[in-house]
């Protein structure tokens, strides 16, 4: 196989490029976009409160729930106007990096 074998194109705003691809890149985890729906823990630790209901509306900025992590009281705000769907979790459960806490509809 030879060298121009081995590289690939990518296309950026001014122009392509040829580049090897290492094997960690072609292996990384896809992208994936954010959905405002969604609230999901952006860091593991517990939930402390929480202070809204499925079924009940809320504003921008409103705060959802409080989660306890690495001694700091965070709270997770509403990005938008809406409506409560689900609460996927409970006061005192412990939560990891990534989990679905609150779908808005």
Do not use: C, W
């Not at 580049?19 to 517990?46: C, H, Q, W």
């Not at 809204?52 to 989660?67: C, E, F, N, S, Y």
């Amino acid at each position: 196989m030879s060298e121009q074998d081995k590289l690939s194109q990518i296309m950026l705003e001014d122009g392509a490029y040829s580049t090897r691809l290492s094997r960690k890149f072609m292996m990384r985890k896809p992208y994936e976009k954010n959905d405002p729906r969604v609230i999901k823990a952006v860091i593991p630790g517990v939930i402390e409160s929480i202070a809204v209901a499925a079924g009940k509306k809320v504003r921008h900025g409103d705060t959802l729930l409080i989660q306890e992590a690495m001694k700091m009281h965070n709270r997770i705000k509403a990005p938008h106007d809406g409506q409560i769907k689900a609460v996927l979790v409970t006061a005192g459960e412990k939560v990891v990096k990534g989990q679905i806490l609150i779908e808005l509809e």
